[in-house]
């Protein structure tokens, strides 16, 4: 190579030369970040929809679902609440 080339392809010194792995590990970091992020926003969803699904059978049928044992509308709250709380703990 002559002195042309070394501008036109300067070396790096080992000082300033990084593993390129580092850059791709933090890449890999992000992707799996935000995979999770995504597999918990579907699960999220998926009990939502599962939620709304029981609440429409309930008002469809009013002996569906545990229903009879609810004297009340605070009792059915409280009911619905409960579920709501155990869907979600179930998720985590």
Do not use: Y
């Amino acid at each position: 190579m002559d002195d042309g080339d070394e501008k036109m392809f300067p070396t790096q010194s080992k000082t300033n030369c990084e593993p390129r792995r580092e850059g791709f590990t933090e890449h890999e970091e992000d992707i799996k970040e935000n995979s999770k992020l995504n597999h918990s926003q579907m699960a999220l969803m998926h009990s939502t929809l599962d939620q709304s699904r029981m609440i429409q059978k309930r008002n469809q049928d009013p002996k569906a679902h545990n229903v009879e044992k609810c004297a009340s509308q605070k009792e059915q709250q409280r009911w619905l609440k409960e579920e709501l709380d155990d869907n979600f703990h179930e998720m985590r």
